[in-house]
């Protein structure tokens, strides 16, 4: 296929932000605002930028819509490209993601991210993987757990060595995880394999976690009772 070049900037550039009283997966508005995420009404869209790696350009777009039979649509005729290429930064870590959405969750829980456009970015994701390799970043697999997601799994099994950090179960993916339980959570639960060995960032927000606090008041509440009790 042919495809045309474009850079979308000047028509982004135009673009409102997303109205305030929208709600996206319980992420702060602020988060779609830094990545650029602006508001369509003709289409009652999205507009999603796929900025090149230096954030001067726009040469990829996609649109995620509220309305009609269609959830998202790309930019026609231009070139796919990965979502998130500016978080490319040779010699650390990047977790690989399908979909904007996850990415944009991962970005709300500060873990370096890049997103696939759908699960048919099987080429893509091996040509990212051979860059990444050249440049020394290691990648993180945490795609959604179905089976559109083993297809980028895939994709990687062929060209590169990875780990894997996918959301956990029962969560499809990284937003219904972060609705589910929070940013404290995913935080957590990413950045354990983000910095292995370190302690997590929320240890309150850990399943089963007491306070020192409630901790004593069980522990005294324990010495009370009688030997029977006991």
């Known amino acids: 296929m042919k495809y045309k070049s474009f850079d979308l900037m000047e028509q982004w550039a135009a673009m409102p932000t997303i109205p305030r009283d929208h709600y996206f997966k319980n992420l702060p508005l602020d988060v779609l605002d830094e990545l650029g995420w602006r508001w369509d009404a003709e289409k009652n869209s999205y507009f999603i930028p796929y900025f090149s790696r230096s954030k001067k350009t726009i040469p990829f777009a996609q649109w995620r819509h509220l309305s009609g039979d269609r959830r998202f649509t790309f930019l026609k005729d231009a070139k796919p490209t990965m979502y998130g290429t500016w978080n490319l930064d040779p010699g650390s870590k990047i977790f690989l993601v399908e979909g904007t959405s996850d990415l ?4 709300s829980c500060m873990v370096p991210a890049i997103a696939a456009p759908s699960a048919a970015s099987g080429e893509l994701v091996k040509a990212m ?7 020394g970043i290691k990648i993180v697999y945490a ?13 990687l099994d062929q060209v590169a060595p990875y780990r894997v950090c996918q959301p956990r179960s029962p969560y499809k993916d ?22 292995p060995g370190e302690p997590v960032p929320f240890p309150e927000a850990e399943p089963g976690f007491k306070s020192p606090e409630q901790i004593a008041a069980e522990q005294e509440e324990w010495n009370k009772k009688s030997p029977v009790e006991k």
Do not use: I, P, Q
Request: charged share 35%.
């Open 104 to 107: 944009a969750v991962l970005e």
């Open 129 to 135: 993987a051979v860059w990444c390799a050249e440049n």
């Open 143 to 155: 795609g959604d757990n179905d089976d559109a997601g083993n297809k980028l799994r895939e994709a």
């Open 174 to 195: 990284w937003g219904e995880m972060y609705e589910a339980e929070g940013e404290k959570s995913v935080m957590n639960y990413t950045w354990r394999e983000l910095f």
